[in-house]
């Protein structure tokens, strides 16, 4: 599981589609597809959760992970 799996503060993994996806590209090496999709789950986790919350920043974090090659 990656942080961007996590709920709020690290709680429970959040049932979230778009993250499995971003884990399942970044596992098979495709890291822009990754990198796309963990962007798009941090732009939706701004959008609903705020800038700062842990789930946003979490994604955030995955994506510049997945950037920088692990």
Same mark, same amino acid.
């Given at each position: 599981? /990656?942080?961007?799996?996590?709920? *709020? @503060?690290? &709680?429970?993994?959040? /049932? &979230?589609?778009?993250?499995? +996806? @971003?884990? %399942?590209?970044?596992?098979?090496? +495709? !890291?822009?597809? *990754?990198?796309?999709?963990?962007? %798009?789950?941090? +732009?939706?986790?701004? *959008? %609903? !959760?705020?800038?700062?919350?842990?789930? /946003?920043? &979490? @994604? !955030? %974090?995955?994506?510049?992970?997945?950037? @920088?090659?692990?």
């Amino acid at each position: 599981m /990656t942080p961007a799996d996590r709920g *709020a @503060a690290g &709680d429970e993994p959040a /049932t &979230d589609p778009l993250a499995a +996806q @971003a884990e %399942e590209a970044e596992e098979r090496g +495709q !890291f822009r597809e *990754a990198a796309r999709l963990y962007d %798009e789950l941090a +732009q939706r986790r701004r *959008a %609903e !959760f705020g800038p700062y919350d842990p789930r /946003t920043l &979490d @994604a !955030f %974090e995955a994506m510049a992970r997945v950037i @920088a090659g692990g």
